[in-house]
């Protein structure tokens, strides 16, 4: 069986992967993150891990990442190191030079515990896919992004802290017995005059060039993370924003109304008052069930 578990979040991710009794983790929420995950995993009869994947170093996605490595066997951790040029928080604030150090510690940290325990596997452009039973994750914008366009002269912004850290986010794509998945982590859309990083989900989209039935919206449907060429290649048939039901019907509206524009057939879940488990069948076949009640806080 294959299934992918989004936890109840709101402004955090975190996602189990299940197949043929192996399960692993694809970020690890806030620093509470645990006290949902922990109930979640023993529910499902979850006891180790065969990886945890964390898309970028932002605590809305790293957050639990030590409780877990501290309580579960975890065989591989997959994770970029921090820039350590970031504009802007995990939470939008703009960074200070003592954030940004302070960054550098806990990545630091997390790093030696995940040697001391696990497998550490650096994220860069040599790292292309995480396999776990039917699961094959093609890892897109692997890239180290922020320090590229930092240190390349060649850069418009070259010695300009000028991005946030979500510049460096992964995204994933897989394809499951017939059934398209993206998981958008936090990788946006944005313009750059550095083609590289240009308008990095349309180009993730082009190179994927397939619909998808399972999307996880980038960047918890806020700010520019729909492309048109993204939208007009993905089509998705189901998608989940982690944030706010009222605020992806309220502020984030414009990209609400993207994705159903791309197919209005769509089914979109917001993950703030349930979270909800995909079962994926063969040829395409997939349908979930509502998390509930939700773990305990």
């Not at 066997?73 to 970031?86: A, E, H, I, N």
């Not at 790292?127 to 320090?147: H, I, N, P, R």
Request: hydrophobic share 35%; aromatic share 12%; with cysteine.
């Amino acid at each position: 069986m294959n299934k992918i578990h989004f936890l109840r979040a709101c402004w955090n991710d975190c996602m189990v992967v299940e197949s043929n009794g192996l399960f692993g983790i694809i970020d690890t929420g806030f620093d509470d993150g645990i006290n949902l995950i922990a109930p979640y995993l023993e529910s499902i009869g979850c006891n180790k891990l065969e990886f945890i994947l964390i898309t970028h170093f932002h605590h809305d996605h790293y957050g639990s990442l030590g409780d877990l490595l501290r309580k579960y066997p975890v065989g591989t951790v997959y994770m970029k190191r921090y820039s350590g040029l970031d504009i802007t928080t995990g939470g939008g604030e703009p960074a200070t030079d003592e954030y940004r150090r302070t960054e550098m510690a806990n990545c630091d940290a997390l790093c030696a515990l995940a040697e001391e325990v696990s497998k550490l596997v650096v994220i860069n452009e040599n790292v292309k896919q995480v396999k776990m039973g039917d699961f094959c994750f093609d890892l897109y914008g692997t890239w180290e992004a922020v320090k590229e366009l930092y240190e390349n002269p060649d850069s418009p912004y070259y010695h300009e802290i000028h991005f946030g850290e979500n510049t460096n986010s992964v995204a994933l794509f897989a394809d499951v017995n017939g059934t398209t998945i993206y998981l958008g982590g936090d990788a946006g859309n944005e313009s750059n005059p550095y083609e590289k990083f240009n308008k990095q989900n349309d180009q993730y989209a082009r190179a994927i060039n397939r619909p998808i039935d399972l999307y996880k919206v980038p960047h918890h449907c806020c700010g520019n993370c729909l492309g048109e060429d993204a939208m007009r290649i993905f089509k998705p048939r189901y998608a989940v924003a982690t944030n706010w039901t009222d605020s992806v019907n309220g502020v984030f509206s414009a990209n609400r109304d993207k994705l159903m524009a791309a197919n209005p057939d769509l089914v979109l879940l917001c993950s703030d008052r349930c979270g909800y488990a995909f079962t994926i069948g063969a040829n395409g076949d997939l349908s979930y069930t509502e998390i509930t009640p939700a773990p305990a806080e």
